[in-house]
């Protein structure tokens, strides 16, 4: 079974900025997605990105604003960074990285397997 650890959520105030990192490890094999959904009071659940390793593009959710953006390193384990820009108190929530085989679905919500989550609050 994929190991999904995220990190970096916090408390942060309206305006800040915020780096979550998500490292994967047991993939099977070299199709996969990778991909961020957050769930807040105000919104429900909401995708965010997904990155897709066949061809090295991620797609943004309605949620990103393109306030958000992701990166990746795959020198040594798998990593999916978030950067979370010019956060606002909607933004606050619980950020899930997820794994999905072999492409992002259709609505970046559908994934194989979850991470615990990180919480995410942003003050006004």
């Known amino acids: 079974e994929v190991d999904i650890v995220e990190s970096g959520g916090g408390l942060v105030q309206a305006g800040g900025s915020l780096y979550l990192s998500c490292e994967v490890n047991?993939?099977?094999?070299?199709?996969?997605?990778i991909g961020w959904v957050r769930r807040t009071p105000i919104s429900g659940q909401e995708a965010v990105a997904c990155y897709s390793n066949s061809d090295g593009t991620t797609r943004y959710g309605a949620a990103a604003k393109g306030r958000f953006a992701t990166s990746t390193d795959t020198f040594n384990k798998f990593k999916l960074f978030l950067h979370l820009n010019n956060l606002e108190p909607e933004d606050t929530g619980v950020y899930y990285c997820?794994?999905?085989?072999?492409?992002?679905?259709?609505?970046?919500?559908?994934?194989?397997?979850w991470g615990q989550g990180t919480q995410v609050t942003v003050s006004s």
């Open positions: 047991r993939l099977p094999g070299s199709s996969y997605a």
């Open positions: 997820a794994v999905n085989f072999p492409y992002c679905g259709g609505s970046l919500l559908n994934y194989h397997q």
